[in-house]
């Protein structure tokens, strides 16, 4: 059954987010990364004429937004091509990067192909910290050269900083930082922990006192740029470890938003790889079907599948029972309530780990980078205590 005249499932409506993950390889280390720990067992990638088939097929569904992401995929020498293929399609697109392989020369020709929106990730104000968060020493100030590149080539300048227990102190010099680059729009995301920044969780879980601080520092930022009429919009996002109530995760599993990996799984969301299932490829199987046929973006739609606590609960069609992947990594049982939700038998236990982030100190050793080595051995060393 092809993607454009396969028959519609009235009840399930299209997505309106595609994320083309293009690859997983990345110059940069970043302990907090969400790509899956085993990445380098995906080296397979969907090749330039695939990735075009992927878009058509995703317009063909419905998507209106479409972000490029990796892994970084600047590394793709078929960027260009794939974002004219999709300017060509009437999809509003975004370049997720670190910055690392940009350039003014590469900055000019991806407007020139079409592509509306550029989001560049910071690590830290301090050029020694950034660097050996991202186990790179020239990244920080290729990130700060390419910020003014592409405000300079028109773009608003949208910067992402992931801020966690090792930059959180710095929160006021980051957005200082932010505010003399020029920055329109600044998204200090407490880090979310999933892939690698499960596994470093320890390392990176900032403590109370830190978040009200920086809370605070964020607050008295937003009221100092507004008493000089700057307009730089201030994103402070929450870490889910602190809230008592689950999120809708991407505003409900198989609901709005869809992931396709560098080699063609499809995901409800990207970090959805965490989980025991098996996800069609775009190898196997038209969008379409997959988006309305499989089992695996049925599996958790709506509310029927929900424990009975959960749909006896006046919240259960607003957060959907929270994310399924926090749910498993913290649980081990994907079906069960994220454990976010204070009603959760599992909150306590999740509110254990937090007051332990009260008092532990930076680990010997340090976070895990996000390596081919270090994934290998991460790899080996979780498969033979499965065995």
């Not at 409506?13 to 067992?41: G, K, M, V």
């Not at 020709?109 to 950034?130: C, R, T």
């Not at 739609?301 to 749910?327: E, I, N, V, Y």
Request: proline fraction near 5%; glycine fraction near 6%.
């Amino acid at each position: 059954m092809s993607a454009d005249h396969a028959s519609v499932v009235p009840s399930v409506t299209p997505p309106l987010w595609l994320l083309a993950e293009l690859t997983y390889r990345c110059p940069l280390q970043c302990s907090y990364c969400s790509n899956p720990i085993d990445f380098h067992r995906y080296s397979q990638e969907l090749d330039t004429q695939a990735w075009c088939d992927v878009l058509r097929q995703g317009r063909n569904l419905g998507a209106a937004q479409l972000g490029f992401s990796g892994g970084e995929p600047l590394i793709r020498k078929d960027l260009e091509v794939l974002v004219e293929e999709a300017r060509r399609l009437g999809f509003y697109t975004n370049l997720i990067t670190s910055g690392v392989g940009l350039d003014v020369k590469r900055v000019n020709a991806l407007s020139a192909a079409g592509l509306d929106h550029i989001q560049i990730s910071l690590q830290a104000a301090d050029p020694d910290l950034a660097s050996a968060l991202a186990g790179s020493k020239k990244a920080h100030a290729n990130k700060l050269a390419m910020a003014r590149a592409v405000k300079d080539a028109g773009y608003p300048m949208v910067l992402n900083v992931v801020i966690h227990r090792q930059n959180i102190d710095q929160i006021g010099d980051i957005i200082a930082l932010c505010d003399q680059l020029g920055a329109d729009e600044v998204e200090l995301a407490n880090c979310q922990y999933y892939g690698w920044a499960f596994l470093n969780r320890r390392q990176l879980m900032p403590t109370r006192d830190q978040l009200k601080r920086a809370e605070d520092e964020t607050r008295r930022w937003r009221e100092h740029l507004q008493a000089r009429g700057r307009d730089m919009t201030l994103h402070f996002v929450v870490p889910d470890y602190y809230e008592k109530q689950p999120k809708p995760c991407m505003g409900g599993w198989g609901s709005i938003f869809m992931t396709v990996a560098p080699d063609g799984a499809v995901l409800p969301c990207h970090s959805a790889r965490d989980l025991p299932m098996d996800f069609p490829t775009v190898n196997d199987l038209a969008l379409h079907d997959i988006w309305y046929q499989s089992d695996a973006f049925n599996r958790f739609r709506g509310t029927d599948w929900m424990p009975k606590r959960c749909q006896q609960c006046d919240q259960h069609s607003l957060d959907f029972g929270g994310c399924r992947c926090q749910a498993y990594l913290l649980t081990g049982d994907m079906t069960e309530t994220d454990p976010v939700c204070e009603l959760s038998p599992h909150h306590a236990e999740l509110e254990v780990m937090v007051e332990e982030a009260q008092i532990i100190t930076i680990l010997e050793g340090g976070a895990i980078p996000r390596n081919t080595h270090t994934a290998k051995t991460q790899t080996a060393n979780k498969d033979t205590k499965s065995s």
